[in-house]
């Protein structure tokens, strides 16, 4: 099993330009989520997910779309990018059959908005 | 709301001595708390969690954590620390009453381990 992999691992946008993350898992996880990291504030949830088609927001989802077609994958769209929006950015996923499963991470993209 | 709490920026510990990464938390009902270590450019790798019963977790790498109720704390230790133990830890809580699974997470300790 890959687990969870994410791509691209690095990208430089200009102000105003959109771009998608890609997120995909081969664990047969039912719930996906979405981080983003900024220096000393942990991670922070934009969207999450526990199903195809079924997506939910989190903490930080302004400026941010996700769609979930399949259970393997689970986009993250930045639309008109803004220079906030500089983190990295983390996808996971977890099995949850009803118990307190772990989530597992990707290895991150870093964006940066320039 | 639940929220988590790591007091500490950095912790700095010489090889071989204990290392303790302090982590208090806040949640509406029961608390599932875990523990993550990230290494420099990589994912979160998981390390332990609490669910219930007995309240000290062992976990990967020589980590355990004590979870105390009464202090709501569920702090990260290892009896005796390598360098290649230096990395940013975080700790997460999760509602038990949450069925969607969502972790809050605290701000992260880096912890540098000198030989």
């Known amino acids: ?114 | 709301a639940q929220s988590v709490a790591q007091p500490e920026d950095q912790v700095n510990v010489a090889e071989g001595n204990p290392l303790t990464v302090k982590c208090t938390y806040s949640v509406s009902g029961n608390p599932y708390l875990f523990w993550y270590v990230q290494y420099p450019n990589r994912g979160l790798q998981f390390l332990l969690k609490y669910i219930t019963g007995d309240n000290l977790v062992k976990g990967s790498y020589g980590f355990e954590a004590e979870f105390n109720k009464s202090q709501t704390s569920f702090h990260l230790k290892k009896p005796s620390a390598l360098v290649s133990d230096s990395a940013l830890y975080f700790c997460a809580v999760r509602d038990i009453l949450d069925s969607w699974g969502k972790l809050q997470f605290g701000a992260g300790t880096q912890v540098v381990v000198t030989p």
């Open chain 1, 1 to 114: 099993n890959a687990g969870v992999t994410q791509t691209p691992k690095f990208r430089i946008l200009k102000i105003g330009q959109s771009m998608t993350l890609q997120c995909t898992q081969d664990m047969n996880h039912n719930y996906m989520y979405w981080y983003r990291q900024d220096p000393g504030m942990g991670l922070k949830l934009i969207y999450y997910s526990v199903g195809a088609g079924i997506t939910d927001k989190g903490e930080v989802p302004n400026g941010y779309n996700v769609s979930r077609s399949t259970t393997e994958d689970f986009p993250l769209r930045l639309e008109l990018a803004a220079p906030s929006q500089t983190s990295v950015y983390f996808c996971a996923s977890s099995l949850q059959r009803g118990g307190p499963d772990t989530q597992y991470f990707g290895p991150g993209t870093r964006l940066t908005v320039l």
